[in-house]
């Protein structure tokens, strides 16, 4: 087997592994474990794709019982690490893209047990007959059957449906964006659904909201309160893809620790910002009060000739109806050391 047919196997074991895990570095891991263990194998594979598939789950779903427990201390919400680029083999539409790699279907399958995930993803994603994933799970036929329909269930009322155009998925994001950076809530609040929420990940190492934020009017408000806290010049962004999604993509000199007291005043700010009792300028005044008392241990970058360039967040959102219903926000340093 040459090094093309190699890769193109390692693609697929990384799909399969990053669905089920949610986790690039793991994926990763558990792809070239598979592939280690097929150069290994003495015998003939008829088809080197499906023992590929058969041992990435095997091994992901050992991989997802040790996780669990800490994914339930997890500090604030837990997103999947972003995917900017599509890790499948070959080419792969968009729609496909937009479903089975989402954030949003990510987070989703969270819910499951990890045979409940594998078995869920190897129908519904991969097209799997049941007797094929029966042997690849370690189950029966029939226990394979009723594990996929209980994911269903779990999943049907609340999976993501995304808007087709992809034009104007990325031109309301591109609207979005503008106004928060121009502070105009108004504008924010009609692009945003009534009832969309906010997740920022940061694991408790990145200055970001640890519970979710819900309705149009914190969320404008907080988005455009971002915007004027940003530290201006130091930063840029782009406009990247994101398990699918339209998304933004900011860089910068890498953040110092987040200190005792940002954290406490980013607590403070965003109560405030809740109550509506203090607007972006306020909130900026009152992060670099908490900077200054921080002394040294500053959320803000280090200088640019001290400090390696590295990613401080990506964004992506989901757009249902013409209106934006979720924005994703991961900060924690740990999910973007791969981009």
Do not use: C
């Amino acid at each position: 087997m040459g090094d093309r047919e190699l890769e193109a196997l390692r693609r697929h074991g990384f799909g399969v592994a990053y669905r089920m895990l949610g986790s690039v570095s793991e994926a990763e891991d558990v792809a070239q474990e598979a592939l280690l263990r097929l150069t290994r194998q003495e015998g003939s594979i008829d088809e080197p794709a499906a023992w590929i598939t058969t041992v990435v789950t095997r091994l992901s779903i050992n991989v997802l019982k040790s996780a669990r427990t800490r994914r339930e201390s997890y500090v604030g919400p837990w997103l999947p690490e972003p995917l900017v680029e599509d890790p499948a083999p070959g080419p792969a539409s968009r729609a496909e893209l937009a479903d089975s790699l989402s954030l949003a279907l990510l987070v989703l399958l969270e819910r499951l047990t990890p045979v409940e995930r594998a078995a869920y993803l190897l129908r519904e994603v991969f097209g799997y007959e049941y007797a094929e994933i029966a042997a690849i799970i370690e189950q029966t036929e029939v226990n394979s059957r009723q594990l996929v329909t209980r994911a269903r269930k779990h999943l049907e009322a609340s999976r993501p449906r995304f808007d087709a155009d992809e034009a104007a998925r990325d031109a309301l994001l591109e609207r979005f964006l503008a106004a928060a950076e121009e502070g105009d809530l108004e504008a924010l609040e009609e692009l945003l659904a009534k009832d969309a929420v906010l997740y920022a990940d940061s694991g408790g190492k990145a200055m970001a909201p640890q519970e979710p934020l819900v309705g149009a009017q914190l969320i404008a408000r907080f988005m455009a309160a971002v915007a004027q806290a940003r530290p201006s010049g130091e930063l840029e962004s782009r406009r990247v893809r994101v398990n699918g999604q339209p998304g933004r993509l900011v860089r910068g000199p890498a953040e110092r620790p987040l200190g005792e007291a940002e954290r406490l005043a980013a607590e403070k700010a965003l109560a405030l910002l809740k109550s509506g009792d203090v607007d972006a300028k306020q909130l900026d005044t009152l992060m670099q009060d908490a900077r200054d008392a921080g002394g040294g241990a500053s959320p803000r970058p280090v200088a640019q000739e001290q400090a390696e360039v590295r990613v401080w967040s990506v964004l992506t959102v989901d757009v249902v109806e013409g209106r934006i219903q979720a924005v994703r926000i991961v900060r924690n340093p740990d999910k973007l050391g791969h981009l």
